[in-house]
């Protein structure tokens, strides 16, 4: 039984970035974020906020999107055209709803990949009552948001219909056993 996935991760203010980041880019954009397990969903603490989003931009624009039967791509095309348009409405409601895209936000047009249904990976900033936080979207696309404390990141991790898998990002050993 199919039942979908808006799958958090939760990054404490006691995690390693490079670790945090390197695990929901994978997730993420990982078979062009088309698996149920794909971290769609990021709570960040926010002392650690700016320095989180920065990294994960860095490390994910270096992805190189393409034939994934290359060895160097990491991201393929999505399914189909309907595909396409589900991330393209989810990029315009984030704008319109007063978010930013940190990094993608577009159909790719150029080249061979202009002729397939390619997206760039795309990480946005949105505000927490935002579609996209509740919405499955089954496209190389993830949500980022700061919160204040671990609880309340649990809270809106907690706060879906469907949830196959979560992520906690934490180098302190009572948080991890909280």
Sequence with gaps: CEMGGKNPAIVSAKADLDVATD????????FSG?????????????PIYDDFTKLLVEKASKLKVG??????????????????????KAVADVKAG??????????????????????????????LDNRVWSEELFVPFVAVGPIDSL??????????????????????DSEVDQ
């Design 67 to 88: 034939n994934p039967l290359d060895r160097d791509v990491f991201t393929g095309p999505v399914i189909d055209g309907r595909a396409v348009e589900t991330f393209e």
């Design 34 to 46: 088309q698996k149920c397990s794909a971290c769609s969903r990021v709570y960040v603490q926010r």
């Design 23 to 30: 695990g929901v880019m994978r997730s993420a954009f990982g």
């Design 151 to 172: 609880d309340d990141a649990i809270t809106k991790a907690n706060d879906t219909e469907y949830g196959l898998t979560a992520g906690f990002y934490s180098e302190d």
């Design 98 to 127: 007063g978010g930013t895209v940190l990094l993608g936000g577009e159909r790719i047009t150029d080249g061979d990949l202009g002729r397939g249904n390619f997206v760039q990976p795309t990480i946005v900033e949105a505000p």
